[in-house]
């Protein structure tokens, strides 16, 4: 079996947007998504922590998704598009649906999170597959 080439340059370009598309998601739906989790501003002043682990969380992520990618030999941003959809229903919204129910997380906190990660891969494997294999 040959080697799966990687294009590291796409994989950090991708991770970063990813990291970019998390920060106006929140940004876009944060009011909403604290009210239903019924948090105040105050409860969710940031600290460093989670935005380092998002960071490296999007690495990787971009990182796994160039690797799948290039075993299904189809670094296209079609391609690309399609392994992040199946990725996420596969393995995020199954994840994060399953976890939220059994926190006892309103339904839109689901709704708002999933469809982040949704657009988070979709970016990311669009991305990868403009670079090209």
């Known amino acids: 079996m040959p080697a799966v080439s990687i294009n590291y340059l ?48 999007c690495l990787l992520m971009a990182w ?27 393995f995020v919204l199954t994840t994060t649906a399953t976890n939220q129910a059994f926190h006892g997380t309103k ?3 689901t709704v708002i999170d999933a469809a982040h990660w949704l657009v988070v891969l979709a970016v990311m494997g669009a991305i990868i597959g403009a670079f090209g294999a």
Not at 28 to 57: H, M, N, R, Y
Not at 64 to 85: Q, Y
Request: aromatic share 12%.
């Open 10 to 57: 796409a994989v950090v370009i991708a991770a970063v947007a990813g990291f970019l598309v998390g920060w106006g998601w929140y940004t876009a739906f944060g009011k909403v998504w604290q009210d239903a989790l019924g948090k105040s501003k105050e409860d969710c002043k940031p600290t460093p922590l989670p935005f380092i682990i998002a960071g490296l969380g």
């Open 64 to 90: 796994m998704l160039a690797g799948l990618m290039g075993h299904l030999a189809d670094v296209t941003v079609r391609g690309g598009v399609i392994s992040a959809f199946f990725v996420w229903v596969g």
């Open 107 to 109: 339904p839109i906190v």
